[in-house]
């Protein structure tokens, strides 16, 4: 969410209306104060979770209705196809929650890696695009 959220904000900054990115960001302190001071004392760092999430899915929204107002749109054709390595992430992560960061993020991104190469998200080109390459020696 915080991506395309950012990137769509950059859109609307390119065309110059800074004001609506600031009252996008004013929008999501409030609702986000709002909602931390209900939720945190009912149900802790699990409230500050949901908080924090539902407020960064109103930036997302807000901020692609406002791009589209000036020309600007996610690639949404794409995204689809990322809701299952994303679920395969969140499981993965949530399995391994007892064990070192490093270690969740090493499973993680196997996990993603290996879900978005099985479900058509990434293509194995597309993969070894950002892989380091073996330099040939002769």
Do not use: C, K
């Not at 991104?109 to 597309?126: D, H, N």
Request: zero cysteines; glycine letters at 8%.
């Amino acid at each position: 969410l915080i991506l395309v959220t950012t990137v769509m904000q950059g859109a609307i900054l390119a065309a110059r209306r800074e004001r609506t990115v600031l009252r996008i960001a004013i929008g999501g302190l409030a609702i986000n104060i709002a909602l931390i001071a209900f939720l945190i004392p009912a149900f802790s760092y699990i409230g500050a979770a949901v908080a924090t999430s539902l407020t960064e899915a109103l930036l997302t929204v807000l901020s692609l209705r406002a791009a589209s107002e000036v020309g600007a749109r996610w690639p949404l054709e794409r995204t689809g196809s990322l809701v299952v390595p994303g679920v395969v992430l969140v499981a993965a992560l949530g399995a391994g929650f007892l064990l070192p960061p490093l270690v969740q993020v090493g499973i993680g991104t196997a996990a993603f890696v290996a879900a978005a190469l099985a479900s058509g998200a990434i293509a194995r080109a597309e993969l070894a695009d950002v892989l380091p390459r073996r330099s040939q020696q002769a």
